[in-house]
């Protein structure tokens, strides 16, 4: 069986129809949309969040989150910009602010924060 003839594409630029790498289109705004999506949901707390039992974030949260008995769970996915007063924490996402817990906070492996941390307990 014969070879396939050879038709003369290029899959390389082709300088001849006026292409360039300079001449690609914009896609930063693309991408930021995209991004935007994989952020969490926005929740935004202005005032005090008092809570009991436990709670858990998934979100970006900005403000006071209290309980005194409480435990809060800051999952890999959530951001807070918040001060957090609890009996008992546990990160594993992003906080910007200060934990003071009563009882202890536990740091995860995603855990980044950004603080102050208070606790006679820390895991």
């Known amino acids: 069986m014969p070879a396939p003839e050879s038709r ?3 899959f390389l630029n082709d300088s001849s129809r006026g292409e360039s790498a300079d001449s690609l289109p914009d896609t930063s705004s693309y991408f930021e949309a995209w991004l935007d999506s ?5 929740k935004t707390i202005d005032s005090p969040f008092n809570f009991e039992g436990t709670l858990r974030l998934d979100c970006y949260v900005t403000g006071v ?3 005194q008995t ?3 769970i800051v ?3 959530a951001e807070l910009q918040a001060n957090i007063f609890v009996a008992t924490a546990i990160v594993d996402g992003l906080l910007r602010g200060d934990i003071r817990a009563t009882e202890r906070v536990g740091l995860g492996s995603q855990a980044r924060v950004i603080g102050n941390i ?3 307990a820390l895991a």
């Open 65 to 67: 989150v209290r309980s």
């Open 75 to 77: 999952s890999e996915t």
């Open 8 to 10: 003369g594409q290029s």
């Open 70 to 72: 409480g435990t809060l």
């Open 118 to 120: 208070e606790t006679p």
């Open 38 to 42: 994989l952020r969490p949901s926005l």
